[in-house]
C-alpha cells in the first residue's frame, strides 16, 4: 500500500506560482507511475501531469507549458511547479500513484484569484 500526502497548495493571484508537494510512503515509491489530477468545482476530476519511472512526463494540454512535474526519488516525493496561474487553474489537487492498483492523496486546494 502507498499512503500519499499533499502539500502547497493556497491563494494567489493570477500570474502568480506556485509548488505542490506530495509525499509518498508504504512502499516503494520508484515503481510507481506518479501523476497530479485536479477536480475544480462542479467539474469531474481531470488529468494534470504525469511522470513514469524512466523520468518520462505527459501534460494535459491546458497546462503545458506552465506546468511541470517532476520527482525525486529519494525523498519518496513528487512535485507540481505551476507558474503563470490562472483562475480556471482554480482546484482541489490530487496526488495520485499507479501500478496495478490506484492510490489517490486527500488533496489540496489552489485558489487563483483574477
Known amino acids: 500500500q502507498v499512503q500519499l500526502v499533499e502539500s502547497g497548495g493556497g491563494w494567489v493571484q493570477a500570474g502568480g506560482s506556485l509548488r505542490l508537494s506530495c509525499a509518498a510512503s508504504?512502499?516503494?515509491?520508484?515503481?510507481?507511475?506518479m501523476g497530479w489530477y485536479r477536480q475544480a468545482p462542479g467539474k469531474q476530476r481531470e488529468f494534470v501531469a504525469v511522470?513514469?519511472?524512466?523520468?518520462?512526463?505527459n501534460y494535459a494540454d491546458s497546462v503545458k507549458g506552465r506546468f511541470t512535474i517532476s520527482r525525486d526519488n529519494a525523498r519518496n516525493t513528487v512535485y507540481l511547479q505551476m507558474n503563470s496561474l490562472k483562475p480556471e487553474d482554480t482546484a482541489i489537487y490530487y496526488c495520485?500513484?499507479?501500478?496495478?492498483?490506484?492510490?489517490w492523496g486527500k488533496g489540496t486546494l489552489v485558489t487563483v484569484s483574477s
Open positions: 495520485n500513484a499507479k501500478s496495478s492498483v490506484d492510490y
Open positions: 508504504g512502499s516503494t515509491f520508484s515503481i510507481y507511475v
Open positions: 511522470i513514469a519511472p524512466s523520468g518520462s512526463t
